[in-house]
Nanobody, 123 residues
Framework: QVQLVESGGGLVQAGGSLRLSCAAS????????MGWFRQAPGKEREFVAA????????RYQDSVKGRFTISRDNAKKTVYLQLNSLKPEDTAVYYC????????????????WGQGTQVTVSS
């Protein structure tokens, strides 16, 4: 089984950048699709980005396209989310997630979750 630990969150001004990391322990990540989700106060958790097991395919929520970039290093068992041009509405707890079964919809089917890392963007 894979365990996930996120890091890299913090407080940043609007327009700033952060890089989130998701470190996996346990099994190799090479068979897992990885995703990032976020949950703002009072809102439901939402899909942010996903990357296929070999990194060839990425998907993004429309509101983060062109600003966020997901990547992975399977040798290091780590997935990254680069957050650029941050906006106050990006404030949320960001969660890393993994799934081993194929689903055509990259926003669905995740069954392994990290504990989350807080991202706060001030205006």
């Amino acid at each position: 089984q894979v365990q996930l630990v996120e890091s890299g969150g913090g407080l940043v001004q609007a327009g700033g950048s952060l890089r989130l990391s998701c470190a996996a322990s346990g099994r190799t990540l090479t068979t897992y699709t990885m995703g990032w989700f976020r949950q703002a106060p009072g809102k439901e958790r939402e899909f942010v980005a996903a990357i296929s097991p070999n990194g060839a395919i990425t998907r993004y929520q429309d509101s983060v396209k062109g600003r966020f970039t997901i990547s992975r290093d399977n040798a290091k068992k780590t997935v990254y989310l680069q957050l650029n041009s941050l906006k106050p509405e990006d404030t949320a707890v960001y969660y890393c997630a993994a799934r081993s079964r194929y689903r055509s919809d990259y926003a669905l089917g995740y069954d392994i979750w990290g504990q989350g890392t807080q991202v706060t963007v001030s205006s």
